[in-house]
């Protein structure tokens, strides 16, 4: 059964967040109201995160890539901060960014179209749960990077922004002090977490452990041959981008190479509408051979990429680590907020974080779209869509969003479900479609305890 969602037709109606069915699962009417929200989101489109450049060429890059995001001298970021000011643990990297207090820019910086999707996202946001302050208790958490920092302040200026919505830049073309006033609401602060609380990217706070995790796998045979497929591929790139061998994957794997790196090159150059062999090296610009070469290996390069991480995300303790305290927080935040429904303001969490993240999200509580052909049989589904699965790789600015939901029936005691939202459409889970419903908040909690028993020890 799927959710089905009643226009409004103004904000004072949709403040109340309740959507009316009838004759559903056999009910004679019901009401539903959505009771929380906690959003997900990966940071906004970025420059690359390294140099993958003949060295003749870095400067010329990084002059171009400089033109795509704001000044260095963090102008916009301190004036968002006035609005939505960051408090970053001292235990985190000593207070400062993983990235832009590293000296690699401009290299992994959010570009004015980062800024751009995240505000966007911001008002359809707003405009679906008219986010007054008195209804909604709004936190933001953020890893530390300043581009998922300025991807959630960008967003939360979207949802509180009283400019009219519209698809120019917010950033680029506007004066940012006299756009920051513009908006109408009182701060929210941004809250990057010591690190031994931090639950949004374990691959940073836990780096032992993640490695030690990912080997296991990648000593695996079924691994081993996977990733030795791929040989062939990396000895093509290479030839156009040598840089790759440099940057050799800190995990491992018969292929060598770090593949997010490889990516990379292809969806930032695709994003910003430049040629793939642009600053390569003065021998690929005018060569359209080459240029063909490397667009024939873009969707091989994603899909390996897509499908490593597929066989890391299966194995039942590399996932439980990665997102078994995450779902164990949202566990009980929503057993919380069902007890303190009647005396509190609903929850409305936005984490900023990454693809990493959103992938592991989504395999977490079983989404249909990652299933394996024969789950999906389980359940009585034919797959069509194998390849498509193995290729998918979540893209700036994802979001993943859950809703409980409180159904109040005539001859029934309230019921509790949650809706996942990916991108604005709806996703089904296969405990889900096993049972013929949407997921409820039982069964969610069972979905978390069985992540979480399979949690590795240090």
């Known amino acids: 059964m799927s959710i089905v ?3 409004l037709c103004s904000r004072l109606r949709s403040y109340h967040s309740i959507l009316h069915l009838s004759s559903v699962r056999g009910f004679s009417s019901r009401k539903e109201e959505v009771i929380g929200v906690w959003i997900f989101h990966r ?20 002059a171009f890539w ?29 207070g400062k960014f993983l990235d832009a207090d590293s000296g690699r820019q401009p290299y992994g910086f959010l570009t004015w179209k980062g800024m751009q999707q995240l505000y966007e996202i911001g008002q359809k946001l707003s405009e679906r749960y008219a986010l007054f302050r008195d209804k909604w ?27 009219a919505k519209h698809h120019e830049s917010q950033y680029e073309t506007r004066d940012p002090e006299s756009y920051i006033k513009s908006s109408s609401d009182p701060s929210i602060e941004i809250v990057v ?23 296991n796998i990648i000593d695996s045979p079924n691994f081993i041959n996977h990733d030795t497929k791929a040989v ?24 060598g190479i770090n593949w997010i790196h490889a990516a990379d090159h292809f969806i930032c150059r695709h994003s910003h509408g430049i040629p793939l062999t642009r600053f390569l090296s003065s021998d690929f610009e005018k060569d359209s051979e080459a240029e063909r070469t490397l667009q024939a290996m873009k969707h091989a390069t994603i899909s ?62 079983g989404a249909d779209m990652l299933a394996t052909p ?22 700036y600015a994802s979001t993943l969003i859950l809703e409980l939901i409180k159904v109040e029936t005539v001859d029934r005691e309230d019921e509790f479900l949650i809706k996942f939202i990916l991108d604005e459409q709806n996703i089904r889970t296969i405990t889900g479609l096993r049972k013929g419903e949407d997921m409820r908040l039982s069964d969610f909690d069972e979905v978390v305890h069985r992540i979480n028993q399979a949690y590795p020890h240090q």
Not at 43 to 62: F, M, Q, W, Y
Not at 233 to 241: C, E, Q, T
Not at 313 to 326: D, E, K, R, T
Not at 338 to 365: E, M
């Open 137 to 163: 208790h709004i936190q933001a958490f953020s890893t530390n990077y300043l581009r998922t920092v300025m991807s959630s302040q960008c967003l939360l200026d979207g949802m509180f922004s009283s400019v």
């Open 5 to 7: 969602l009643v226009r």
């Open 232 to 255: 062939l591929l990396v000895a093509r790139l290479s030839n156009y981008i040598p840089a790759l061998i440099k940057l050799r994957s800190p995990y491992g794997g018969p292929s």
């Open 193 to 215: 977490r010591d690190a031994k609380d931090e639950t949004l990217n374990t691959f940073d706070t836990s780096p032992i452990l993640m490695k030690r995790l990912v080997r």
């Open 66 to 94: 400089e033109t795509k995001i704001p000044p260095l001298d963090r102008t916009h970021y301190n004036l968002l901060s006035k609005k939505f000011p960051v408090k970053i643990h001292p235990n985190n990297n000593g």
């Open 43 to 62: 940071h906004g489109d970025r420059t690359p995160g390294r140099p993958l450049v003949a060295d003749n060429c870095i400067k010329e890059e990084s």
């Open 374 to 395: 024969n789950e999906l049989k389980d359940v009585g589904v034919q797959d069509f869509e194998n390849e498509k699965r193995l290729r998918y790789w979540p893209g």
């Open 304 to 365: 390996h990429l897509a499908s490593r991480f597929r066989y890391w995300y299966q194995s039942p303790s590399l996932i439980a680590a990665m997102v078994g305290p995450l779902f164990s927080d949202v566990s009980a935040q929503m057993g919380q907020t069902i007890n303190t429904l009647n005396s509190s303001r609903k929850p409305f969490n936005v984490y900023s974080c990454h693809d990493v993240t959103i992938l592991a999200l989504l395999y977490g509580i």
